[in-house]
């Protein structure tokens, strides 16, 4: 981070130097202005992400410089180092947008707190957008829901990334009971009919949180008989979910509806989970068909072959034949630590660390993270850019 001080006050500008200097990583300074001389002047060495303006003196002045520096600068943000006494100044330095405000004498442990804060402030805005990834059952009884609540576990507490699954089954849907034992606030359908409201505060209200960095949306136990759950409603969930997770997971169920295509149109992946049958393949097919009517790049699909067994006639050379697209993952066939973790609302990774499942998931939790993502994290989303689609 590189910072810019203004003050008439030495004591003041080595003070703010040295807790710049002090911090890891350094801030550093590239410009310190003796006081509020006209901007166009002196050589500066980078354009600041903080300003340190000393608002001492007459107030109107320090407005008018304020004005002119933060105009100057608009992607900075600035640390007002103020007199106590002066709420007019404190408003006006509110409206043009300052939101941190150290006194005099001034303080290093404040000022630092408040540079953490920025700091913090900063990196949020930064975030990548979330990566959605949907988690499709090719027929029932594949283990998409185990997968999809097992993943997304996985990725939060062994990737550290702050995850959100979310349950698309319109009716019954279970992800939930897969990793815990709570009941949620609030479902799909209930945060679907305040949809009017939404904001990062009431998505949050409603999910399950497993973990501070894991949160679930649950879907209702019984149907939607009203319809409360729109495609469009649901996209402005998962648009307002990518601001603030690194990873949605979807557990999109086997059912193609309106809100299912929605969702997994805006997905970055899509991982279709399979086992080793005929009916598999047959489905698995239609499903890898149906994409590619819809435009779906092939690399953005991602198969898993679920409760893989080496002993099986059916190997994953057949099945790959079978499909015409490569098995990106194999998941082990492991019924009791499966069935352990369903029955305790457990994630397998708390469960059974050592086990071969949790391998399994450690391996596809590493192939969604160092997946190459650009920094302005729209890489993926050209990627997934349709094929263009024929119009004759
Ligand atoms: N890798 C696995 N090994 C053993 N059993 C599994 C595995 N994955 C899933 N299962 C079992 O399959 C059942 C169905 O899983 P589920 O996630 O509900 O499938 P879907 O959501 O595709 O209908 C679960 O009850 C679970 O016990
Ligand atoms: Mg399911």
Do not use: W
């Not at 202005?33 to 000393?54: C, N, R």
């Not at 009431?202 to 729109?230: C, K, M, Q």
């Amino acid at each position: 981070m590189n910072a810019l001080i203004v003050s008439a006050d030495n004591d003041a500008r080595s003070a703010v130097q040295r807790v710049c200097g002090a911090r890891t990583p350094p801030i550093t300074v590239v410009r310190e202005m003796p006081g509020m001389l006209s901007l166009g002047a002196g050589v500066t060495l980078g354009k600041p992400d903080l300003i340190f303006f000393d608002a001492r003196g007459s107030v109107d002045r320090a407005l008018e410089e304020l004005t002119r520096v933060s105009a100057k600068y608009p992607k900075a943000m600035v640390v007002l180092l103020a007199p106590m006494q002066s709420p007019d100044l404190l408003i006006a330095a509110m409206r043009i947008g300052v939101r941190e405000v150290v006194s005099f004498p001034l303080d290093l442990v404040e000022l630092n707190a408040a540079i953490d804060r920025l700091d913090a402030k900063a990196r949020e805005a930064d975030r990548e957008e979330g990566k959605l990834v949907s988690i499709v059952s090719s027929k029932g009884g594949s283990g998409a829901t185990f997968l999809a609540a097992n993943l997304s576990y996985a990725l939060s507490a062994v990737a550290r990334k702050k995850t959100l699954l979310v349950d698309l089954n319109l009716q019954f849907g279970d992800a939930a009971l897969f990793i815990s034992d709570e009941k949620p606030a609030m479902t799909m359908a209930d945060l679907c009919a305040q949809i009017g409201r939404l904001d990062e505060h009431l998505l949050r209200s409603a999910l399950i949180h497993v973990t501070p960095d894991f949160g679930v949306l649950a879907a209702s136990p019984n149907a939607d008989p009203d319809d409360r759950v729109r495609p469009d409603h649901v996209a402005a969930i998962l648009a307002l979910a990518r601001q603030h997770y690194d990873f949605i997971l979807l557990d999109a169920g086997r059912q193609v509806n309106a809100v299912t295509i929605r969702a997994m149109d805006a997905s970055d992946l899509i991982m279709p989970v399979l086992q080793q049958s005929l009916p598999f393949i047959r489905n698995g097919q239609r499903m890898l068909d149906m994409y590619a009517t819809l435009g779906y790049r092939k690399d953005n699909i991602r198969q898993i072959l679920n409760r893989h067994d080496d002993a099986n006639p059916i190997t994953r050379a057949d099945m790959e034949r079978g499909l015409g697209h490569r098995i990106a993952h194999l998941m082990p066939n492991n019924f009791e630590v499966a069935n352990e973790s369903i029955n305790q609302g457990e994630p397998v990774l708390r469960l059974a660390r050592g086990s071969n499942l949790s391998k399994g998931l450690i391996d596809i939790v590493r192939s969604l993270t160092e997946s190459p993502v650009s920094h302005s994290g729209s890489i993926i989303r050209r990627l997934f850019a349709r094929n263009p689609v024929p119009t004759h």
